[in-house]
């Protein structure tokens, strides 16, 4: 719907030869619509007649009108007389007096301006001439904070972008709205003196109030609606004031044109071709949104310029296809064969669909002549959930290139206009933005907002005015842009590149257009959108529109943007015919994230071992030395955690460790050893048990602060220990993002207890889970989820065991063979390794492996809560020392190992139960009968460790014990595969929780009656007779 701005008309100044036209004439004021974008009439509104001003007939009227072009530009480029003839006749000068002797010429400067008041009728007095300035402070502050609300964004002309069909009662629609301001139609010809805070001048300090209203209209409520007001920052505000304010600003030279409209051109035509080829397919087209394609170039272009070399970027499905070919300049054979159903997959794994793979390229920027490399991060559906891969994937490309403020590395992030105002993780990811472990210093955000998410209206989609309200949060400004004007895109892309160049803080465009499809090309938009429909068909491309502009301007022929055509189809035919010659599709080839040298050149690993992951006795004295020190001067630490320092002392001369020491011993030997190592979560410097402390206080200076960790050795690597914002599904995407862009570093997450991670699901379940099956992209993310059933009530309890291991691709049917290196090599298999450590020499083993691996998989430990501190779980030194490494399964090497064809009862186990289930065993005296091996990998599972420790105690039923309820924890995942290990010859028996629905209960007295229940059942050695 269109607004009714009559005003704007009247406002707008006339040319002399319009004023020539219009002598004496009053007509009422009124609108005209051409297309989508409105004219206003001109309609006199010089006071001045101009047969009042004798030389103004005839031909001279063309002189006058130029000159009068000119002075609007800059007074200053006219003669004094007429710089003073054109102030008073905007100043409603009455007929013929508007023109004034050259005597004052010679006067000093400044002095036209009393002249010009006392021309502007009787002197107004003080008092309204201050409310008066006053007046127009505010207006121009409303067209500022309002302007965009009034805007012309949506192309159609049929919604408005922000929701709201109402005009701010404070924005000049009409000449009545002036009152609002004490100010009325005779004002509109006064020439008042414009404030710091606005730069709509130009060169210019006064302007009349209608040239004024005039220059804000042009500024805010175009084809552009600027939203910053909000911003905090006067710096900033000035910053984007000037940028759109600015008389003149939005020029491009017959070069930038043509360029552009080539790049509409390619973006245009990739659809059609597309189309032409693959009717039948899916490909979410950007047909109506077209101008994104310039857009992302023109970002890049200005950020080239602005010494960026590396551009990481996340988007969804619409006009994904078009950002390869046109933007990441994929070849454009391989996105054609993509096509072809019947080309096979080179690749393990389950590949993905065309519109979700991903890409890295590195080439030279034609506009800059620069180096430039483009990253598009594969993606699942899951809209939005690649935003915070991306950041994390763009923080780690800055920090291992030493790019500490963002210059040379920064991500684009694209959206859809449902997704960005509905997904949560939106708001989560911004607000990483400026936190110091997170902050990419600035990511350009994109909307393509058409308008529509699927076959829902906005007005069904979001409670706020612009699907990108979200980006306020961080003073992020908008930009939001009509689509169809290809010009002012790239303008506002621009101003986007620049302010990120310049702040270092996030900004979003906004372009609003419409999707000409529907959802998908096969899907029918009439159904559930009519009229919005009809519209869009009604709707002339803009390539169409753009192309008869810059040809009605002269800037091309037409025959030149035939060709241009024509020669972007050629290049599409040609690639389609060499398309039909690939025959197999190598997912490998759309890797997003490269490792150089960490495979070989086929892609393999270099090995299919593991070296010992012990550490010499010297290391690990040193780096427990280094954890129980402070390595500063004059740093006062908390008395307690002197308390906590000494007793770590301690430990370190008694060769033992408990599970923060054996940590910090696998952190600071890999860090010692070059590995960057980074460990994020919510509160993960102390730990949420206060066992951690990696970051020391000092109690007298505030935020003075130490990491002993980084005090190991003097070429180490650096650790980065970092609590996160309280957001897991932000963080753990951000994380896992950050171990995509390199193999060397060992990158953790840990949930504040594992209950939480299941906000952070889609990451677990899109990425971290099938990413390698997907997208043939390596991830060694490590996941620390605290779990055990301690009576804390359901939701600090379990880390959902059995969730993780019903993910395990590995066939529980199936005994793999057993062959030297299998330990190794059903690792490199499996799509994450699962373990639950009993002891800190097992954690800090594991720990290491992940880096010793020449692979890199997810590695998923639920870790402990009582065991941090129980003293029977410590490790000695030997079990860390070189030689050893991390035991899958840790088998009975007590009494009952001496004599196993004597034992009754073989209890596997996992975790923490195990010291409950040992504790159970000595008070009852069963050492000889029952023998407890503990499964500290449970995936990939064990099959050789667990056929050996039930061949050894063959005379012995077998259970499963677990504190979890039955048809939680790790129960329905270990059974059937001790079953296929012993090949079915025995039962394995359940001692445990009850199934029950929630993970754990509420009651404290409950708890420990369960606890009860089922270590009884674990040692009463008939339980399970009736079942067999
Ligand atoms: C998290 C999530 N929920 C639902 C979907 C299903 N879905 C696919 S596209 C789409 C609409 C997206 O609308 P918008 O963000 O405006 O993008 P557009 O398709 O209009 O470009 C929906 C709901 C999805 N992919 N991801
Ligand atoms: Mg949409």
Same mark, same amino acid.
């Given at each position: 719907?269109?607004?009714?701005?009559?005003?704007?008309?009247?406002?707008?100044?006339?040319?002399?030869?319009?004023?020539?036209?219009?002598?004496?004439?009053?007509?009422?004021?009124?609108?005209?619509?051409?297309?989508?974008?409105?004219?206003?009439?001109?309609?006199?509104?010089?006071?001045?007649?101009?047969?009042?001003?004798?030389?103004?007939?005839?031909?001279?009227?063309?002189?006058?009108?130029?000159?009068?072009?000119?002075?609007?530009?800059?007074?200053?480029?006219?003669?004094?007389?007429?710089?003073?003839?054109?102030?008073?006749?905007?100043?409603?000068?009455?007929?013929?007096?508007?023109?004034?002797?050259?005597?004052?010429?010679?006067?000093?400067?400044?002095?036209?301006?009393?002249?010009?008041?006392?021309?502007?009728?009787?002197?107004?007095?003080?008092?309204?001439?201050?409310?008066?300035?006053?007046?127009?402070?505010?207006?121009?502050r409303a067209y500022q904070i309002r302007g965009h609300h009034?805007a012309?964004?949506?192309?159609?002309?049929?919604?408005?972008a922000d929701?709201?069909?109402?005009?701010?009662?404070?924005?000049?629609?009409?000449?009545?709205?002036?009152?609002?301001?004490?100010?009325?139609?005779?004002?509109?010809?006064?020439?008042?003196?414009?404030?710091?805070t606005t730069f709509?001048?130009?060169?210019?300090?006064?302007?009349?109030?209608?040239?004024?209203?005039?220059?804000?209209?042009?500024a805010y409520?175009?084809?552009i609606g600027v939203e910053f007001m909000f911003i905090n920052d006067l710096e900033q505000c000035q910053w984007i004031r000037q940028k759109f304010e600015?008389?003149?600003?939005?020029?491009?030279?017959?070069?930038?044109?043509?360029?552009?409209?080539?790049?509409?051109?390619?973006?245009?035509?990739?659809?059609?071709?597309?189309?032409?080829?693959?009717?039948?397919?899916?490909?979410?087209?950007?047909?109506?949104?077209?101008?994104?394609?310039?857009?992302?170039?023109?970002i890049?272009?200005?950020s080239?310029?602005?010494?960026?070399?590396?551009?990481?970027?996340?988007?969804?499905?619409?006009?994904?296809?078009?950002?390869?070919?046109?933007?990441?300049?994929?070849?454009?054979?391989?996105?054609?064969?993509?096509?072809?159903?019947?080309?096979?997959?080179?690749?393990?794994?389950?590949?993905?669909?065309?519109?979700?793979?991903?890409?890295?390229?590195?080439?030279?920027?034609?506009?800059?002549?620069?180096?430039?490399?483009?990253?598009?991060?594969?993606?699942?559906?899951?809209?939005e959930?690649?935003d915070p891969?991306v950041q994390?994937?763009t923080k780690?490309?800055?920090?291992?290139?030493?790019?500490?403020d963002g210059?040379?590395?920064m991500s684009i992030l694209?959206h859809?206009?449902?997704?960005f105002a509905?997904q949560g993780i939106v708001y989560e990811t911004f607000h990483l933005s400026d936190l110091p472990s997170y902050t990419t210093h600035g990511t350009v955000h994109v909307v393509?907002n058409?308008?529509?998410?699927?076959?829902?209206?906005?007005?069904?989609?979001r409670?706020s005015p612009y699907p990108t309200d979200v980006a306020r949060v961080v003073n992020a400004p908008i930009f939001h842009v009509?689509?169809?004007?290809?010009?002012?895109?790239?303008?506002v892309c621009k101003v986007a590149a620049e302010w990120r160049a310049t702040f270092h803080k996030d900004v979003v465009v906004d372009?609003?257009?419409?999707?000409?499809?529907?959802?998908?090309?096969?899907?029918?938009?009439?159904?559930?959108?009519?009229?919005?429909?009809?519209?869009?068909?009604?709707?002339?491309?803009?390539?169409?529109?753009?192309?008869?502009?810059?040809?009605?301007?002269?800037?091309?022929?037409?025959?030149?943007?035939?060709?241009? &055509?024509?020669?972007?189809?050629?290049?599409?035919?040609?690639?389609?015919?060499?398309?039909?010659?690939?025959?197999?599709?190598?997912?490998?080839?759309?890797?997003?994230?490269?490792?150089?040298?960490?495979?070989?050149?086929?892609?393999?690993?270099?090995?299919?071992?593991?070296?010992?992951?012990?550490?010499?006795?010297?290391?690990?004295?040193?780096?427990?030395?280094?954890?129980?020190?402070?390595?500063?001067?004059?740093?006062?630490?908390?008395?307690?955690?002197?308390?906590?320092?000494?007793?770590?002392?301690?430990? &370190?001369?008694?060769?033992?460790?408990?599970?923060?020491?054996?940590?910090?011993?696998?952190?600071?030997?890999?860090?010692?050893?070059?590995?960057?190592?980074?460990?994020?979560?919510?509160?993960?410097?102390?730990?949420?048990?206060?066992?951690?402390?990696?970051?020391?206080?000092?109690?007298?200076?505030?935020?003075?602060?130490?990491?002993?960790?980084?005090?190991?050795?003097?070429?180490?690597?650096?650790?980065?220990?970092?609590?996160s914002s309280l957001s897991?599904?932000g963080?753990?995407?951000f994380?896992?993002?950050?171990?995509?862009?390199?193999?060397?570093?060992?990158?953790?997450?840990?949930?504040?207890?594992?209950?939480?991670?299941?906000?952070?699901?889609?990451?677990?379940?899109?990425?971290?889970?099938?990413?390698?099956?997907?997208?043939?992209?390596?991830?060694?993310?490590?996941?620390?989820?605290?779990?055990?059933?301690?009576?804390?009530?359901?939701?600090?309890?379990?880390?959902?065991?059995?969730?993780?291991?019903?993910?395990?691709?590995?066939?529980?049917?199936?005994?793999?063979?057993?062959?030297?290196?299998?330990?190794?090599?059903?690792?490199?298999?499996?799509?994450?390794?699962?373990?639950?450590?009993?002891?800190?020499?097992?954690?800090?083993?594991?720990?290491?492996?992940?880096?010793?691996?020449?692979?890199?998989?997810?590695?998923?430990?639920?870790?402990?809560?009582?065991?941090?501190?129980?003293?029977?779980?410590?490790?000695?030194?030997?079990?860390?020392?070189?030689?050893?490494?991390?035991?899958?399964?840790?088998?009975?090497?007590?009494?009952?190992?001496?004599?196993?064809?004597?034992?009754?009862?073989?209890?596997?186990?996992?975790?923490?139960?195990?010291?409950?289930?040992?504790?159970?065993?000595?008070?009852?005296?069963?050492?000889?009968?029952?023998?407890?091996?503990?499964?500290?990998?449970?995936?990939?599972?064990?099959?050789?460790?667990?056929?050996?420790?039930?061949?050894?105690?063959?005379?012995?039923?077998?259970?499963?014990?677990?504190?979890?309820?039955?048809?939680?924890?790790?129960?329905?995942?270990?059974?059937?595969? &001790?079953?296929?290990?012993?090949?079915?010859?025995?039962?394995?028996?359940?001692?445990?929780?009850?199934?029950?629905?929630?993970?754990?209960?509420?009651?404290?007295?409950?708890?420990?009656?369960?606890?009860?229940?089922?270590?009884?059942?674990?040692?009463?050695?008939?339980?399970?007779?009736?079942?067999?």
């Amino acid at each position: 719907m269109h607004r009714l701005r009559t005003c704007a008309a009247r406002l707008r100044p006339l040319t002399a030869s319009q004023a020539a036209q219009t002598v004496g004439q009053q007509r009422p004021l009124t609108v005209a619509s051409t297309g989508n974008t409105r004219t206003f009439q001109p309609i006199r509104c010089y006071s001045t007649p101009v047969a009042s001003e004798p030389f103004l007939n005839g031909t001279s009227s063309n002189y006058v009108e130029e000159m009068y072009f000119a002075w609007l530009e800059d007074p200053k480029s006219v003669h004094k007389s007429w710089d003073v003839f054109f102030r008073n006749a905007n100043a409603g000068a009455p007929p013929g007096a508007a023109y004034q002797s050259p005597l004052s010429l010679s006067a000093a400067p400044g002095l036209a301006a009393p002249q010009l008041s006392s021309l502007v009728g009787a002197q107004p007095n003080v008092e309204k001439l201050v409310e008066d300035h006053l007046a127009v402070q505010s207006l121009i502050r409303a067209y500022q904070i309002r302007g965009h609300h009034v805007a012309q964004l949506d192309p159609l002309g049929i919604l408005d972008a922000d929701l709201d069909s109402c005009v701010p009662t404070d924005i000049i629609t009409s000449s009545d709205k002036l009152g609002f301001y004490g100010l009325n139609e005779s004002d509109l010809d006064k020439v008042f003196r414009l404030p710091t805070t606005t730069f709509i001048g130009g060169s210019e300090t006064a302007l009349p109030l209608k040239e004024i209203i005039r220059r804000l209209e042009m500024a805010y409520c175009q084809h552009i609606g600027v939203e910053f007001m909000f911003i905090n920052d006067l710096e900033q505000c000035q910053w984007i004031r000037q940028k759109f304010e600015t008389p003149g600003v939005m020029q491009f030279t017959p070069e930038e044109k043509r360029t552009l409209l080539a790049r509409m051109i390619r973006s245009t035509r990739f659809e059609e071709f597309l189309q032409k080829k693959w009717s039948a397919e899916k490909r979410f087209g950007l047909e109506g949104c077209e101008s994104l394609i310039p857009s992302l170039k023109t970002i890049i272009d200005k950020s080239s310029e602005n010494g960026v070399e590396y551009v990481i970027m996340g988007m969804p499905h619409r006009g994904r296809l078009n950002v390869l070919a046109n933007v990441i300049r994929k070849e454009l054979e391989q996105i054609f064969c993509q096509f072809d159903s019947k080309l096979e997959a080179a690749d393990e794994g389950s590949g993905d669909v065309k519109y979700h793979l991903g890409m890295y390229h590195r080439r030279i920027n034609r506009v800059t002549d620069r180096n430039i490399t483009l990253s598009l991060v594969a993606n699942p559906s899951h809209l939005e959930a690649v935003d915070p891969v991306v950041q994390g994937k763009t923080k780690a490309e800055q920090f291992y290139c030493g790019d500490n403020d963002g210059k040379r590395v920064m991500s684009i992030l694209l959206h859809g206009d449902a997704a960005f105002a509905g997904q949560g993780i939106v708001y989560e990811t911004f607000h990483l933005s400026d936190l110091p472990s997170y902050t990419t210093h600035g990511t350009v955000h994109v909307v393509v907002n058409n308008q529509i998410g699927f076959t829902t209206d906005p007005r069904m989609a979001r409670s706020s005015p612009y699907p990108t309200d979200v980006a306020r949060v961080v003073n992020a400004p908008i930009f939001h842009v009509n689509a169809d004007d290809p010009e002012a895109v790239i303008y506002v892309c621009k101003v986007a590149a620049e302010w990120r160049a310049t702040f270092h803080k996030d900004v979003v465009v906004d372009l609003v257009s419409y999707r000409r499809m529907g959802h998908n090309e096969m899907d029918e938009p009439m159904f559930t959108q009519p009229l919005m429909y009809k519209q869009i068909k009604k709707q002339k491309p803009v390539l169409q529109k753009y192309a008869e502009k810059l040809i009605a301007e002269g800037v091309v022929s037409r025959q030149e943007y035939e060709e241009e &055509i024509s020669k972007y189809d050629k290049i599409c035919e040609e690639a389609y015919a060499r398309s039909k010659d690939e025959k197999i599709l190598h997912i490998k080839h759309w890797l997003d994230s490269p490792w150089p040298g960490f495979f070989t050149l086929e892609g393999q690993p270099k090995s299919m071992s593991c070296p010992s992951t012990g550490l010499s006795e010297e290391d690990l004295t040193h780096i427990g030395q280094v954890a129980s020190s402070v390595p500063v001067e004059d740093f006062t630490i908390h008395g307690g955690l002197s308390r906590i320092l000494k007793g770590r002392g301690e430990m &370190i001369r008694n060769r033992t460790v408990d599970w923060a020491l054996g940590e910090y011993m696998a952190f600071g030997s890999l860090l010692k050893e070059g590995i960057h190592v980074r460990l994020s979560g919510q509160d993960v410097e102390r730990g949420t048990f206060s066992h951690r402390h990696h970051v020391l206080h000092d109690q007298n200076v505030d935020k003075r602060t130490c990491i002993p960790m980084n005090h190991i050795s003097p070429d180490q690597a650096p650790y980065t220990v970092c609590n996160s914002s309280l957001s897991e599904y932000g963080v753990l995407g951000f994380e896992l993002g950050f171990a995509m862009a390199s193999p060397n570093a060992l990158i953790l997450w840990e949930a504040q207890f594992g209950d939480f991670h299941n906000t952070a699901q889609c990451i677990i379940d899109q990425f971290i889970c099938p990413g390698q099956a997907k997208w043939v992209r390596q991830n060694g993310i490590v996941l620390l989820l605290p779990h055990g059933m301690e009576g804390m009530g359901p939701e600090h309890s379990s880390a959902r065991p059995e969730r993780f291991l019903q993910m395990c691709n590995d066939d529980p049917d199936v005994m793999p063979n057993i062959t030297e290196d299998f330990a190794v090599r059903q690792l490199y298999d499996c799509n994450w390794i699962v373990v639950n450590c009993s002891n800190p020499g097992n954690y800090f083993h594991v720990m290491r492996r992940q880096i010793l691996l020449p692979f890199r998989k997810p590695l998923i430990v639920f870790t402990p809560k009582s065991l941090l501190r129980l003293p029977e779980a410590r490790s000695s030194f030997d079990d860390m020392l070189p030689g050893t490494h991390f035991q899958r399964l840790i088998p009975d090497g007590g009494v009952a190992a001496e004599r196993p064809e004597e034992v009754k009862r073989l209890i596997f186990c996992t975790g923490k139960v195990y010291y409950e289930l040992t504790k159970e065993r000595k008070n009852r005296g069963m050492e000889g009968t029952v023998a407890i091996a503990r499964m500290e990998q449970l995936s990939p599972f064990p099959f050789d460790q667990v056929k050996a420790e039930v061949e050894r105690f063959c005379n012995a039923d077998l259970v499963w014990c677990q504190e979890e309820h039955k048809n939680q924890g790790y129960y329905d995942y270990v059974k059937p595969r &001790i079953r296929t290990t012993i090949n079915r010859s025995k039962g394995v028996w359940y001692a445990g929780r009850e199934s029950a629905a929630a993970p754990a209960t509420g009651n404290k007295n409950t708890h420990l009656m369960e606890l009860r229940r089922f270590l009884d059942t674990a040692f009463d050695l008939d339980a399970f007779k009736d079942q067999q």
